[in-house]
């Protein structure tokens, strides 16, 4: 009986996507585009993205911030990302604006290879000092997971968890999560990890603990079972990780 109580709190919770994906008027929208650039004309592209970020993403409103994924498959790729929208941002936004078109004209030329835009919301009670007014950080690790059909309750389950560990000892890191909206996979969440210094990429000020010790003092020794049920409940094939590094010319200004 707790379980099911449990279940339709995270239901309610938003933790269990709804399938009117992009109609949610309380959801915060993300959008995200990954960029293969021509063989050699990285420089080119470089350049004529920086003067479409300058020239058309220079507001609140317009900004966009650029990263470089640094390894794995798509090494090499530029992912241009903008967020903090809500629902009536789709209504002009999503088509032909003056800033589509300047990039049609002067910048996709250096393109090999756009893959079109995923839509994600951000599930802001999971999320971890993800701060608002904050300037895009240098670095993210991103972690991809694919949840198994029927396997949400297994997922966030340990995934609510550890965050409350981080929230009841102030985790100094910060932690963004994101399930796909449109444009992809819906069964797709991502973590992102955000820094400035790969030194410092979070930690428990006031304990010299570890994330596992202090999960098992709030529930009762049961971090490794936990985690063998969220495992199990992601697709064999559904995990990968990516680096980013921020490129600050390509990326808003404020």
Partial sequence: ????????????????????????PNWEYWISGKVEVKRGMSGEFEKAAAQKTKK????????ISTYKIMDGPDQGKY?????????GWFNSNMSSNAGTKYWMKNVSQYVS????????????NLSHNWDQGAAPKKHI???IRIIKPGKNWDF?????????????????GVRGVFKVASGGNENEVIFVNAFDDFTDQGKFPNT???????????????????LEIYNDALEMWGRQIERMTLVPELTTQL
């Fill in 56 to 63: 058309y993403n220079n507001t609140a409103d317009t900004a």
């Fill in 1 to 24: 009986m707790r379980k099911v109580i449990f279940f339709n709190f995270l239901f309610s919770a938003l933790f269990v996507v709804s399938v009117s994906a992009q109609t949610n």
């Fill in 79 to 87: 992912q241009r990302i903008q967020g903090y929208k809500d629902i």
């Fill in 141 to 143: 690790n991103k972690r």
């Fill in 208 to 226: 010299d603990k570890s994330l596992k010790e202090l999960y098992d003092e709030m529930y009762n020794g049961s971090y490794n079972k936990d």
């Fill in 156 to 172: 966030w389950r340990f995934a609510n968890r550890i965050t409350q560990v981080y929230k009841k000892h102030n985790y100094t």
């Fill in 113 to 124: 290879n756009y893959e079109g835009r995923k839509v994600w919301w951000r599930i802001k």
